[in-house]
């Protein structure tokens, strides 16, 4: 049904400016942002990932929300008395039905869906192609950055510039982090302290607001500097000025880049502590653009910061020697054909990072198809594109030579396999998974992979979290393979869905939505890691099931060997469900048992009709050479009879279950006569384990008796 009755965002941007201008009306927004902005923990469990739920629920507003009633309340001039209960409940309930009201009128009109009363599917691509919708997610997409990313990764994105926060504001970069990073504490106090004072008070005096209030003697006391020095970041971040210019809900608001309300000569007001953390990231590079002189520094800065942090956290996963940044590509005329600005090639895979600065606009926000498509292009499908064209390059090793900036090779150890290009911003970039859904243009190719795009806060979470080469590798490589079905708000979402059941999707299953609340175990390991907090720093999952068992100790062993020949096995390892990696494991501790009992070869094989590929796991301490030759042949003749186009073999010492070596099998079925008679008698391999198969007796065969493969030998030439 369409509603013909929605009012004009102008009309309901009325009201709500009229409501915040309320005498009092500042408490109503202290006590909403306690409600929405916090949640409270059972000291003696800790943080559990039931709390942390509380920050997704529906029913709360979200930031841009709130900080839209804080700027309109700066605007009018803050009225501090304290509202009735009756007032501050009704102010709290009248904000909620406004900022309701808006969000439907700023939603595109489902009239254009309709013709004659009859849905028109075809144009709803249109609609959510259109600004407008864009716009919606834009304003009301969510965070794709954790507050204390936004306040620690300032300390390396301005590391170069601390020279200039001297010069301008009289204190130096460390000084400010220090200054912001202890006015969360301080008001983690003044929220418990207030509570615990309004059960003593009368209901007329109840009010959130102390909870969000402080001195610059607090601050000095609490962060160890000066009193100027402190007065000196406070100041810097303090908003000025009537915000005037806040004439609609995402045009600018000067309380988002300057979110501290200065109260009196001592006092202090911050209503969102994440606004001010997201002030300290972003707003300093204005500053720098208003210096003529400083500007060009101050970019190149901007655009080292984006390399370096992804060579850093790159290099924690894959080790310096896989890791290279600035690397150029030389075509055969000696010219510089590409360059990539990080590069890691681990086996027989390459990951192809292009980093871009490129911030959204104020009117792409504001739903400017036109603007959305030009800042996107230079955000991302610049990148896309170059990173396209130096992975074909890498992909032709015979034409082309990849340089560090100082002239050296960069060693080929293997021909590629894949490629997996990133493209990275700098920035905070709102609705980046819609929009690259909807603008990116992509190539097909069979070993260049779909792109991954995404900010820097989240490559922090996603190899915080996946620290090892092939859970990376892995989820990017099945993150790829689905970028068309998965949808979601943002990618911690389907990051932490990942941690949790372990990201793989049935072939009829053409759409999957994840809800935001999937990151709630994702945001709890985070802060676990990251802020100190009690609770549980991994999330229950593919990182905590398996810890230790026969496959984990395997892969690791991959890893460290970085065998290509190898490497696909553990792909399809790291991507099967739960249940079967179970049964997998008590297989292998069940076929090293028995090889250390009577020293012979045991083994497991399965087949998988997706994707068309088996593996075969023997277990012997056999001299490498007759190990290898007898894995080889029961992989041919495995690989024959399941008719697949891939076949995995790998050896396991049976004392510990350790790694030996492995071969993979990988080109199309073809039919053979030979191998036909070869396989004749063998039997299906299994697809999925029947442990009680296991204990059924076996005819016994003899020595001398022809090998029951028929491959013409006798038994103890052959398959004994």
Sequence with gaps: MIDNDVRTEAAIFTDLSELCASSGFVHAIAYLCYRDNTFSYNLDKGVESEDVLQQFSMERLVRTEISALIGLAFKHGIDFKIPTQQDLQKYAEEAEKLLHEYHVSMMPSHENLFENGQFQPEKMGEMISSGEMLREAIFYGGESAFHFQYRDLCLKKYEKDSDFFQKKWGYTLQQAYDVIYCLEEIQNQHLNR????????????????????????????????????????????????????????????????????KLNEEEFLLLQYYSLVEAFYETPFFWFLEDSKYKSTALKNRGDFTEDFAYERLTQVFGEKNVFKNINIYGSDGNIAGEVDVLVIYADRAIVLQAKSKKLTLQARQGNKSNLENDFEKAVQAAYDQGYSCAEFMLEPDRYTLKHEDGTLVERR???????????????????????????????????????????????????????????????????????????????TVLSYHLRRNLWIEDDLSYMQLGDDICADLDLAMMVRRRGIPGNDTPEGILTEYEGTPIDRVIKQIEQKENTNIIDFAFLLLSLSGDTIHDINKAIDRITLLSRKDGKTHDLTLFFDKPDCGFTIHSNAHPKELALKSLGEHCERRKYTSKASKWHGLCLHPDDGSFRFGVTLDFEWKYSAKMGEIVRYLPKPQKHIDFNAKNKRRKKIGRNELCPCNSGKKFKKCCM
């Design 414 to 492: 293997e021909k590629l396999k894949e490629v997996y290009i990133t493209c990275l911003v700098s920035d905070h970039y709102p609705a980046l998974f819609t929009q690259s859904n909807q603008f990116l243009k992509t190539q097909v190719s069979e070993e260049i992979l779909p792109p991954y795009v995404m900010d820097v806060f989240f490559l922090d979470a996603l190899t915080e979290m996946l620290n090892r080469p092939l859970h990376f590798l892995g989820y990017i490589n099945r993150r790829a393979t689905y970028n068309k079905q998965v949808h979601a708000s943002f990618e911690l």
């Design 194 to 261: 207030n509570m615990e004072e309004m059960v003593a008070k009368d209901p007329s005096e109840w009010t959130f607001l102390p909870a969000f209030t402080f001195t610059y003697k607090e601050v000095a006391n609490a962060c160890k500097h000066d009193l100027n020095t402190v007065k000196n970041v406070l100041n810097s971040f303090t908003a000025s000025g009537s915000n005037e210019t806040y004439i609609s809900i995402d045009s600018f608001n000067i309380t988002n880049a300057y979110p501290i309300i």
